[in-house]
């Protein structure tokens, strides 16, 4: 099993992400995420369901919307429940790739990755993209 810098390597590496959580509310969390990945020129999909562009960026109104599922790493910046049923999704479409924003996920979505054998693909304790993401980037160079 990775450990949790691993899997944020691991994340890291793929060509492209997208944000579940971002809004045209620049002080939330998943916009800030979503600023993160725009600051340093990666390939970023905001997914929303009732807003069209993001940031510059054309949404798509859910993960089942993304052009290249298989290939994309995935931020969730979510309420726990809405965490969860992404979590159901991003299985079905062989998302490799997730890291959960502290306080987006519970109980439940901890229950989840365990008995679906996701640990390896899912940052779920605690790792903060926009805390610990650049300090993971200069490792990998």
């Known amino acids: 099993m990775l450990n949790s810098v ?3 390597r691991r994340f ?3 060509p492209t992400f997208a944000v579940v959580g971002a809004s045209t509310d620049r002080s939330k969390w998943g916009t800030k995420i979503l600023l993160w990945y725009i600051e340093r020129n990666r390939p970023v999909t905001p997914v929303h369901p009732s807003v069209g562009e993001l940031e510059g960026i054309k949404t798509v109104r859910s993960i089942v919307d ?9 931020s969730v910046v979510t309420p726990p429940k ?7 999704q991003a299985k079905e479409l062989s998302i490799p790739a997730i890291w959960i924003q502290p306080g987006a ?7 989840f990755i365990n008995e679906n054998g996701m ?6 304790q605690g790792e903060c993209l926009w ?3 650049d300090g993971v980037i200069q490792a990998m160079l």
């Open 82 to 88: 809405v965490t969860l049923e992404l979590l159901k």
């Open 131 to 133: 805390r610990d993401g």
């Open 119 to 124: 640990n390896d693909q899912v940052l779920w």
């Open 12 to 14: 890291l590496s793929f």
């Open 66 to 74: 993304l052009p290249s599922p298989t290939e994309t790493a995935l």
């Open 105 to 111: 996920s519970d109980t439940a979505c901890a229950n």
């Open 6 to 8: 691993g899997k944020q």
